[in-house]
Nanobody
Framework: QVQLVESGGGLVQAGGSLRLSCAASGRTFSSGAMGWFRQAPGKEREFVAAIRWSIGSSTYYADSVKGRFTISRDNAKNTVYLQMNSLKPEDTAVYLC????????????????WGQGTQVTVSS
């Protein structure tokens, strides 16, 4: 059993920054990937960023966040972070952490484990 717990969400003004954390417990990950997705009210869950656990830690970003968001990991803590800079009102959503062995790194259906989510609200 895997548990994912997100933290770090909140209310921030446009242009501000937040850092999300996702702590995994129940098992250690030596393969596969962890990702961040977000879901705004009335919209589908969408890919934000992902990082592979393999050596080299390949990272992937949605075009809408590239250059503003950075995903990173701490193997010792089994934790993944999402540093979000230059936040925009359209970034407002519930951000969810996911883990699994996805073939399609951006495909929401390929992640088997999900956290409960953390709310990010960006005011204009």
């Amino acid at each position: 059993q895997v548990q994912l717990v997100e933290s770090g969400g909140g209310l921030v003004q446009a242009g501000g920054s937040l850092r999300l954390s996702c702590a995994a417990s129940g098992r250690t990950f030596s393969s596969g990937a962890m990702g961040w997705f977000r879901q705004a009210p009335g919209k589908e869950r969408e890919f934000v960023a992902a990082i592979r656990w393999s050596i080299g830690s390949s990272t992937y970003y949605a075009d809408s966040v590239k250059g503003r968001f950075t995903i990173s990991r701490d193997n010792a803590k089994n934790t993944v972070y999402l540093q979000m800079n230059s936040l925009k009102p359209e970034d407002t959503a519930v951000y969810l952490c996911a883990a699994g062995r996805p073939v399609g790194i951006r495909d929401v259906n390929e992640y088997g484990y999900w956290g409960q989510g953390t709310q990010v609200t960006v005011s204009s």
